[in-house]
C-alpha cells in the first residue's frame, strides 16, 4: 500500500514528466504538502514555479495545465490553482474512506518494507568496561535501540552490535592497581563500582609514581601477548561488567545481535595494518603508521603508535572489515556522542580509500545534562543510571496514583514502570538529537505536553473508550463498518493516520527519532481535539462506527510508533 503522500505525488509527476517531455530532475522535491488551511484543500502541490522557472514557462501556465490534466482523478474532489502557481488539492471523501479501510485491515498500518533485502548493521550503545554506563552511553543506547526497531519495521535484516571497549590502556593500570587495592567483596557485590574506585586511585598513585605507571605499562603488553594470569583477570573484570550492563538492558528490554568488543579484533591489527602499509595507503612517520588525510583536510589518522601499540582507529577499521565481509550490509550506523565526529570522519575517509562503498553514517547526539545537584550525590558523583531509573518510576507511580487511585497497587507499579521508563526515553528522543539537552521531570513526565505520558495517556483513554463500547454494545466488531468522513475533524484525523508510513520513512532516512516522536504527538493533540469536539459513544449508529474505526486506529498508530521508540503503552491509566 503506497503512502498517501506517493499515492497523490507520483500521479502527479507522471503528468509533469509528460507535459515537460521528461525534464525532471528532481522529483523527490516535487511532492505535496499537508495544507495548513482546509480552505487551501488538503495537499498543495508547490512545484510548478521551480519547475516553470528552469524551463522558462509561465508558472501559472504550467499549473493550469497540470490542474486540468488532473481534473478526472478519481481521488481528487477539487483541484484549483492560487496565487503564483500553488495548486490546491482537496481529497475526495470516498477514496479518502476507502484507504482508511485499507490502513485498518493492515497489520503494517500502510508501512511498506523499503529495506527487504538490505542488511543494516547498528552500532550503538559500546559501553566501556569496568565503568559505569555514563549518559553518553544512555543516549547512544536509547537513540541507538529506536533506529534498530525502526530499521528492522521498514524490513531491513539489521544486525544490532554492542562494540564494547573491553580492550585499551586502562586495563594496565586496572591489573596493577586491583592486585593492590582490590577488594574481592566489593567486587563481587558491585564489579563496575569497585573496578571504577580501584581505577580511580590506582591511576592516582601511578601519577605520582612513574615505577607503577611503568609496571602498568608491562602488565598491559603481557595482557596483550597472552599471559594467562592476566587475561584470566582481564576475562573476570569484562564478565563482571556485562552482566551489569545486561541487567540495565533488560530492564530497558534491549537485546543486541552480536556482542563484539574491541578484543575481538585484536588478532587481526597486525595484518590489517602490513596490508595497508603495503598498498601504500600508510605511511611510517616518526616511527608511527600513519594515513596522511590532507586532501580530505583532515589530520592524520596514527594507526600503529610507534611502540608498536594499536588503537581505537585500528580496531574500528578492523570491526568495519569484518562487518562489510560477514553480512554485507548497505549501511553502517554508529551512534555516539558529538565528541568523536572527528574519529569517524577520519574513519570513513580512510574506509573509501581501502574503497569501501558501503554507506557510513555518524549518528552522533549532543550532551544531556541534568539539572544540577538533583543528580549528583553527596561526594559530588553522577548519579548512576539504575537510580535514575528507579527515580523516574516512583515519580511515575505518583502520577498514576493521582490519574486513578483507585487502581490495585501491581497494577498501578506496572503503570508507573512504563510511564516512568517511557518517560525518560522520550525525553531524550523527541528532541533534536544534535542538541544539548536538559532533562527536566516536569517536562518529561508531563500529561499535557510533548511527552511520552502524553502519548500513553491518550492511548489508554482510547482503550477506555473501547471497553465501554463493547460493554453497551455487545462485542463492538468494527471489521467492514464504513468509514464517513463528513465533519472536517474526521477527515483530517482520516489524513493523518494515513501520514504515518511517510514519517515514518522520513524518521528513518535522517535517522532522527524526533521527526517520529513530533508526528505521534500532532496526532495525539489533533486526536484529542477530535474527541472533545464530536460525541464518540452517544452518536447515532454508523457515525458512532465510524468514528470508532479512526479512534482505533489512531490507537494503533501511537502504540506501533511508540514501541519502534522502545516505549511501551499502558492499557489503562
Ligand atoms: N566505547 C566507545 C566509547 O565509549 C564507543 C564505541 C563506539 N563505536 C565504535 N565502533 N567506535 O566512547
Avoid at 105 to 127: C, I, M, N, T, Y
Avoid at 334 to 359: C, M, N, S
Avoid at 379 to 392: C, K, P
Avoid at 521 to 537: E, G, H, K
Amino acid at each position: 500500500m503506497a503512502s498517501i503522500v506517493d499515492s497523490i505525488s507520483d500521479p502527479i509527476l507522471e503528468i509533469l514528466a509528460e507535459m515537460v517531455d521528461g525534464a525532471i530532475s528532481d522529483p523527490k522535491n516535487l511532492r505535496v504538502n499537508p495544507t495548513k488551511d482546509p480552505k487551501f484543500g488538503d495537499y498543495q502541490f508547490n512545484g510548478a514555479m521551480s519547475l516553470a522557472k528552469k524551463l522558462g514557462r509561465a508558472p501559472r501556465d504550467l499549473a493550469q495545465n497540470l490542474a486540468a490534466k488532473l481534473e478526472t482523478m478519481p481521488w481528487l474532489e477539487k483541484v484549483e490553482v492560487a496565487g503564483p502557481g500553488f495548486v490546491n488539492l482537496r481529497l475526495s471523501s470516498a477514496w479518502l474512506s476507502e484507504r482508511v479501510g485499507e490502513a485498518f485491515q493492515d497489520e503494517r498500518l500502510g508501512v511498506e518494507s523499503p529495506g527487504k533485502g538490505h542488511a543494516v548493521v547498528v552500532d550503538f550503545s559500546s559501553p566501556n568496561v569496568a565503568k559505569p554506563m555514563h549518559i553518553g552511553h544512555v543516549r547512544s543506547t536509547i537513540l541507538g535501540f529506536a533506529l534498530d526497531r525502526i530499521h528492522r519495521f521498514l524490513g531491513f535484516d539489521v544486525v544490532a552490535d554492542n562494540h564494547i571497549g573491553d580492550w585499551g590502556t586502562q586495563f594496565g593500570i586496572l591489573l596493577v592497581a586491583y592486585r593492590q587495592l582490590g577488594d574481592p567483596e566489593a567486587f563481587d557485590k558491585d564489579p563496575i563500582e569497585e573496578l571504577e574506585r580501584v581505577y580511580v586511585e590506582g591511576y592516582q598513585r601511578a601519577q605520582q609514581d612513574p615505577s607503577l605507571m611503568e609496571q602498568a605499562r608491562n602488565e598491559l603488553v603481557r595482557l596483550q601477548q597472552g599471559d594467562r594470569e592476566n587475561h584470566e583477570l582481564w576475562e573476570r573484570f569484562v564478565q563482571a561488567s556485562l552482566r551489569e550492563f545486561d541487567k540495565i538492558y533488560e530492564r530497558l528490554g534491549i537485546s543486541f545481535d552480536v556482542t563484539l568488543g574491541e578484543s575481538f579484533y585484536n588478532d587481526r591489527l597486525p595484518e590489517l595494518v602490513a596490508d595497508l602499509e603495503a598498498k601504500g595507503l600508510a605511511t611510517r612517520s616518526d616511527g608511527a603508521l600513519v594515513v596522511f588525510l590532507e586532501e580530505e583536510d583532515l589530520p592524520p589518522l596514527i594507526i600503529q603508535k610507534s611502540d608498536g601499540g594499536f588503537n581505537y582507529a585500528t580496531t574500528d577499521i578492523a570491526a568495519m572489515l569484518y562487518r562489510i565481509e560477514r553480512w554485507n550490509p548497505s549501511k553502517i550506523l554508529y551512534v555516539t556522542d558529538e565528541g568523536q565526529q572527528l574519529h569517524f570522519r577520519q574513519l570513513f575517509a580512510v574506509a573509501r580509500r581501502i574503497g569501501i562503498e558501503v554507506e557510513l553514517e555518524h549518528i552522533w547526539f549532543g550532551i544531556m545534562r541534568l539539572p544540577e545537584g538533583k543528580f549528583s550525590t553527596r561526594e559530588g558523583n553522577v548519579i548512576r543510571l539504575d537510580t535514575f531509573m528507579d527515580e523516574a518510576e516512583r515519580r511515575a507511580y505518583e502520577v498514576a496514583d493521582r490519574l486513578n487511585p483507585g487502581l490495585d497497587k501491581p497494577v498501578k507499579t506496572e503503570i508507573a514502570r512504563k510511564v516512568g521508563l517511557g518517560a525518560l526515553r522520550y525525553a531524550d528522543m523527541s528532541q533534536n538529537r544534535q542538541s544539548a539537552i536538559e532533562f527536566r521531570w516536569e517536562k518529561a513526565l508531563s500529561l499535557e505536553g510533548n511527552s511520552a505520558p502524553y502519548l500513553q495517556y491518550t492511548y489508554a483513554r482510547i482503550q477506555s473508550v473501547f471497553r465501554k463500547y463493547r460493554e453497551e454494545h455487545d462485542g463492538g466488531d468494527l471489521q467492514g463498518v464504513p468509514v464517513l468522513l463528513e465533519e472536517e475533524l474526521e477527515r483530517q484525523v482520516a489524513k493523518m493516520i494515513l501520514e504515518f508510513p511517510e514519517h515514518l520513512y522520513r524518521s528513518a532516512a535522517s535517522f532522527r527519532p524526533n521527526q517520529l516522536t513530533d508526528y505521534l504527538f500532532d496526532l495525539a493533540s489533533l486526536y484529542n481535539r477530535f474527541y472533545q469536539n464530536v460525541p464518540f459513544l452517544k452518536a447515532p449508529d454508523g457515525i458512532r462506527e465510524s468514528r470508532l474505526v479512526l479512534c482505533e486506529l489512531t490507537g494503533r498508530v501511537i502504540r506501533t510508533g511508540l514501541e519502534l521508540l522502545g516505549i511501551e503503552v499502558p492499557d489503562q491509566m
